[in-house]
């Protein structure tokens, strides 16, 4: 990711943020960000803001390199917000399956790899913005 991406993640996402997300590929910043999200909106759901969980991940030794999400409860399971549990399973599980189908430089759709080349090498003069 680029510095200002994890600046903003660090500063908006203190509570569980890891060291080994500065190593995500930039076009995967919104899902990092969507997944830091929503452990954010189920923690408000707790009446709260203080982490309900940690976040843990991990780079997959295998030939695609993607990285893994995993959480570890940091309050009793009796105190977790309904639909807690349910809700970060998605989460997790949209952040882990999503990686294999956004394109890891600019975030498109389709593939790790762009659907357009040219538009994340800059060769698309209509896609250039100064």
């Known amino acids: 990711m680029s510095p200002d991406q994890i600046t903003?993640?660090?500063?908006t996402y203190p509570q569980f943020w890891h060291e080994k997300l500065e190593s995500v590929p930039a076009?995967?910043?919104?899902?990092?960000a969507s997944l830091l999200h929503q452990?954010?909106?189920i923690a408000v759901d707790n009446g709260g803001t203080e982490p309900w969980v940690t976040?843990?991940?991990?780079?997959?030794?295998?030939?695609?390199?993607?990285f893994r999400a995993y959480a570890a409860p940091l309050i009793d399971f009796r105190k977790w917000?309904?639909?807690g549990a349910l809700a970060l399973i998605i989460a997790l599980q949209f952040f882990?399956?999503?990686?294999?189908?956004?394109?890891?430089?600019c975030g498109l759709p389709g593939d790790r790899r762009c659907i357009s080349p040219d538009f994340c090498?800059?060769?698309t003069e209509k896609w250039?913005?100064?």
Not at 96 to 105: D, H, L, P, S, T
């Open 96 to 105: 882990n399956e999503r990686q294999k189908m956004i394109c890891e430089v």
């Open 8 to 11: 903003f993640l660090k500063d």
């Open 81 to 83: 917000p309904d639909g």
């Open 121 to 123: 090498s800059g060769k």
């Open 128 to 130: 250039n913005v100064d």
């Open 39 to 41: 452990c954010d909106l």
């Open 55 to 66: 976040l843990h991940f991990e780079r997959l030794d295998d030939d695609d390199g993607l």
């Open 27 to 32: 076009g995967h910043f919104n899902l990092v």
